[in-house]
């Protein structure tokens, strides 16, 4: 399935079991740039019961263009409509800042949250964020 409901973009997803935790259900998309087929970013998303948690990676490339803030937005329109009812969260870095800033234009707001996460061995200080569907 392609989504071009974003003006430059084209949008590749589908849903499939999570591979992270049992009864949950994945969502996952590429955002593509129409003209050169070039990879911009990487978006999923877990639900396990009414909350899902979404997660993004925006190649270097395309960083500081708005890729993030556009795909986060998608992503969470296509949760909602998914899964309607949906608390949708997600965690950034502390020191993403641009990370922070995609995730309140697409309509999150910061709450409180564990202060840290383990990240592939690694402590990272986090924020948290939530958003209604």
Known sequence: ????????????????PSTRRENAL??????????????LANLAAEREG?????????AASARGRG??????AELCLRVSAAWPGTEIRLWTHT?????????????????EGPPTREIRGQVWPVAHYVRKS
């Open 95 to 111: 020191d993403n800042v641009a990370s922070q800033r995609a995730a309140e234009h697409a309509g999150f707001g910061r709450v």
């Open 26 to 39: 994945g969502f996952v998309a590429v955002a593509v740039a129409a003209r050169s087929g070039e990879r």
């Open 50 to 58: 009414g909350i899902a948690e979404v997660s993004y990676w925006v």
């Open 1 to 16: 399935m392609v989504w071009q409901t974003m003006s430059a973009p084209m949008w590749s997803a589908t849903t499939c």
């Open 67 to 72: 890729v993030a803030r556009r795909a986060l």
